[in-house]
């Protein structure tokens, strides 16, 4: 079972920048399509964005498009959130997760990290 650890959430002002990754350890990290999804207070779980396991392909919930971009270094066995020009309303915590493929389902990832938590002050 591949372990997931997220890292780089904070507080940051709105119109500021984060870089978050996610370390995996335990499996063969290139075999993984790599998902972001985000769950604000009392909210459902959001998919972010996903990549495919060689990176080539890229997908980004429309609220987050231009301002946030997945990426990953299979050489590192680490997954990348990019997320620029941040808003309040992407105030949550952060969650990385495996899947077979690059899909906005979260039924079809497997494994999860604990999150990480970003604040957006306005």
């Known amino acids: 079972q591949v372990r997931l650890v997220e890292s780089g959430g904070g507080l940051v002002q709105a119109g500021g920048s984060l870089r978050l990754s996610c370390a995996a350890s335990?499996?063969?990290?290139?075999?993984?399509?790599m998902g972001w999804f985000r769950q604000a207070p009392g909210k459902e779980r959001e998919f972010v964005a996903a990549?495919?396991?060689?990176?080539?392909?890229?997908y980004h919930v429309d609220s987050v498009k231009g301002r946030f971009t997945i990426s990953r270094d299979n050489a590192l066995n680490t997954a990348y959130l990019q997320m620029n020009s941040l808003k309040p309303e992407d105030t949550a915590v952060y969650y990385c997760?495996?899947?077979?493929?690059?899909?906005?389902?979260?039924?079809?990832?497997?494994?999860w990290g604990q999150g990480t938590q970003v604040t957006v002050s306005s």
């Open positions: 335990g499996g063969t990290f290139s075999t993984y399509a």
């Open positions: 990549t495919s396991r060689n990176g080539y392909r890229t």
């Open positions: 997760a495996t899947s077979s493929i690059a899909t906005m389902n979260a039924r079809l990832y497997g494994s």
